[in-house]
C-alpha cells in the first residue's frame, strides 16, 4: 500500500539559519546546539502526521564539499533534529542529505565536488524517498523555502509547497514567477501550510 509523504527541507523550513551577531554572517546549523526549530514548524509536521502523512527530510549540505565544516558535523545536526522533533512526538521516517558541490572549495573533500543529482533543484533525493518509502505521488508534497525546493518537486512529480515568511521579500516573484517555480500553495509558517494542504486532500 503507498502512503502520502511530506518531504520537508531543514533549513528555513523546519530550523532557522544561524546568524553570527559579531559579524552578521548567516550560515545554516552544523551544531546540535545551534538548532532552533521556527514558530510553527512543529504544530504544522504533527498536523500532516495526524492526517495518515508519512514524513521526511531532504536538505541540500554541501558544506564539506565546499570545506566550510565535516559531513560528520552534517549528520551529527540532522541526528539530532530527528531526536529533538521525536522529543515532540514527531516521526521522521527518512533523512536525505546532499553533501555535494558542483565546484567544493579550499580544504572540502574533492569526492563531494561533482556535479550530482540528488542536490535540488534536481530531484534524486526525492525520488530516493518516495521509493524507498512507498509513497504515492500524487498525494504527496516537497515543502521547502525556496525555488530549489519547488523545481525539485516538480521533476519528481509531486505536488509543491513553500513557507513564504512575510519578511522574505525575496521570495515574492514566486508567487507570479514561471510555471515550474509556483508551489501550489504557500503560507508564512509550516502550521498555516499543513492547514492548507490538508484542505486540499
Do not use: Y
Amino acid at each position: 500500500m503507498t502512503v502520502p509523504l511530506a518531504i520537508l527541507d531543514r533549513d528555513g523550513t523546519i530550523i532557522d539559519v544561524v546568524r553570527d551577531e559579531e559579524t552578521g554572517a548567516i550560515s545554516v546549523a552544523f551544531h546540535p546546539k545551534q538548532l532552533r526549530l521556527l514558530t510553527g514548524a512543529v504544530e504544522g509536521m504533527r498536523a500532516l502526521q495526524d492526517a495518515g502523512f508519512t514524513l521526511a527530510i531532504a536538505t541540500n549540505q554541501p558544506a564539506p564539499a565546499k570545506g566550510q565544516f565535516s559531513a560528520d558535523a552534517v549528520r551529527a545536526t540532522n541526528a539530532a533534529l530527528v531526536d529533538r522533533l521525536g522529543e515532540q512526538g514527531v516521526r521522521i521516517a527518512a533523512v536525505e542529505a546532499c553533501m555535494h558541490h558542483p565546484e567544493g572549495g579550499e580544504g572540502g573533500d574533492p569526492a563531494l565536488a561533482v556535479a550530482c543529482d540528488c542536490r535540488k533543484p534536481k530531484p534524486g533525493m526525492l525520488e530516493r524517498l518516495v521509493t524507498r518509502l512507498g509513497a504515492d505521488r500524487a498525494r504527496s508534497w516537497m515543502i521547502g523555502d525556496g525555488v530549489g525546493d519547488i523545481e525539485a518537486g516538480r521533476a519528481a512529480g509531486l505536488r509543491t509547497a513553500l513557507v513564504f515568511p512575510k519578511n522574505r521579500c525575496e521570495l515574492c516573484p514566486l508567487r507570479n514567477g514561471p510555471r515550474g517555480t509556483v508551489p501550489d500553495i504557500h503560507a508564512p509558517t509550516l502550521a498555516e501550510l499543513a492547514a492548507a494542504i490538508l484542505l486540499q486532500r
